[in-house]
């Protein structure tokens, strides 16, 4: 059975999707990508569509799926490089991706998962502080 590598780079997991991902291999991608995130405690997902030509509804819902189930388990979902006549595609089509965010490029997408990530540990940090030890 195909399978799309899924690369750990430091505190993020980055997929590189280079083919056209029929139902089958999307499911695949779908339980592969959350088993790492669990597996590695992963904070961040990065998925590169640059070389995906056509999504369809199915498609769409996958990486909304990937990006509810990886928030779920404390990881922010990023999707980079995708085509225009994709984005045409998923406005036609009424998918909003909710939860997904987006980048032109992966370079731009690492920078925004490591905002995200930051802005969490922040306000984790945060929370973790008792009042009563401040120094005020």
Do not use: H
């Amino acid at each position: 059975m195909d399978r799309i590598p899924i690369l750990k780079m430091g505190p993020f997991l980055l997929v590189t999707i280079q083919v056209d991902l029929y139902d089958r291999l999307a499911l695949t991608l779908e339980n592969d990508l959350i088993g790492m995130v669990s597996k590695t405690g992963a904070r961040g997902v990065l998925i590169d569509i640059s070389a995906v030509s056509i999504v369809d509804s199915f498609m769409g819902r996958i990486l909304g799926n990937i990006a509810s189930m990886s928030r779920i388990m404390d990881a922010e979902t990023v999707v980079v490089g995708m085509q225009p006549a994709v984005a045409i595609t998923l406005v036609e089509l009424g998918l909003t991706l909710q939860g997904v965010y987006t980048a032109l490029d992966v370079e731009k997408g690492m920078e925004l998962l490591q905002d995200k990530i930051g802005i969490l540990e922040d306000s984790e940090k945060d929370e973790e502080e008792d009042p009563d030890d401040r120094n005020d």
